[in-house]
């Protein structure tokens, strides 16, 4: 199985900062990431997939990179709005793996 | 507007099963692949099934292979999961998800329904 590892565990940060959220594989994913947003007490919400490609209707202060086993979720400018806890996940083969998500704190 | 809604969720002792099942309306219900994720109480997002849009292909996680079976109604836009042999550490919220089209990715997602087993 294809490990998802998400550093750090807890992010603060203040509104308006460039923040940056990390996720390492196990092993080659070949890009086949993605960024989801949980918000608390709600469904998550599809950010970002195929590891650098906005979902329709994302705010483009969020962005993604990456490839091989490393990738990232940029915010170019932290908004309160985007306190949430935020899961990559990998489908480049089974099973399906979620990483165990950094959650996001406005300091 | 796409929309998923699941339902049957609840309290039921170890050993015993369950049913839950996603209504789906706002798109071609047919053409799409579907998901089953659940999230333990406090605990991170867990994969547990996919079904193709035919029902041609199935695939479990290893922690419900064997106990829990995906399957979908086409004609009632209607997704399920049976659930036997319950135990309790599969307590968590359920969430339906609609993939997109060639990629297993989860573009829509329920609101989720609640399962506790506990006796």
């Known amino acids: 199985d294809i490990q998802m590892t998400q550093s750090p565990p807890v992010l603060s940060a203040s509104v308006g900062d460039r923040v940056t959220l990390s996720c390492k594989a196990s092993?080659?994913?070949?890009?086949?990431l993605d960024w989801y947003q949980q918000k608390h007490g709600e469904a998550p919400k599809l950010l970002i997939y195929?590891?650098?490609n906005l979902q329709t209707g994302i705010p483009s202060r969020f962005s993604g990179s990456g490839s091989g086993t490393d990738y990232t979720l940029t915010i170019s400018s932290l908004q309160p709005e985007d306190v949430a806890t935020y899961y990559c996940y990998q489908y480049n083969s089974g099973p399906l793996t979620f990483g165990s998500g950094t959650k996001l704190e406005i300091k | 507007e796409v929309q998923l809604v699941e339902s049957g969720g609840g309290l039921v002792k170890p050993g015993s099963s369950l049913k839950l099942s996603c209504v789906a309306s706002g798109f071609t219900f047919s053409s799409y692949g579907m998901h089953w994720i659940r999230q333990a109480p406090k605990k991170g997002l867990e994969w547990i099934a996919l079904i193709y849009y035919d029902s041609s292909n199935k695939y479990y996680a290893d922690s419900v292979k064997g106990r829990f079976t995906i399957s979908r109604d086409n004609s009632k836009n209607t997704l399920y999961l049976e659930m036997n042999s319950l135990r309790s550490e599969d307590t968590a919220m359920y969430y339906c998800?609609?993939?997109?089209?060639?990629?297993?990715?989860?573009?829509?997602w329920g609101q989720g329904v609640m399962v506790t087993v506990s006796s």
């Open positions: 195929y590891t650098n």
């Open positions: 092993q080659n994913i070949n890009k086949n």
């Open positions: 998800a609609k993939s997109p089209v060639r990629r297993v990715s989860f573009d829509y």
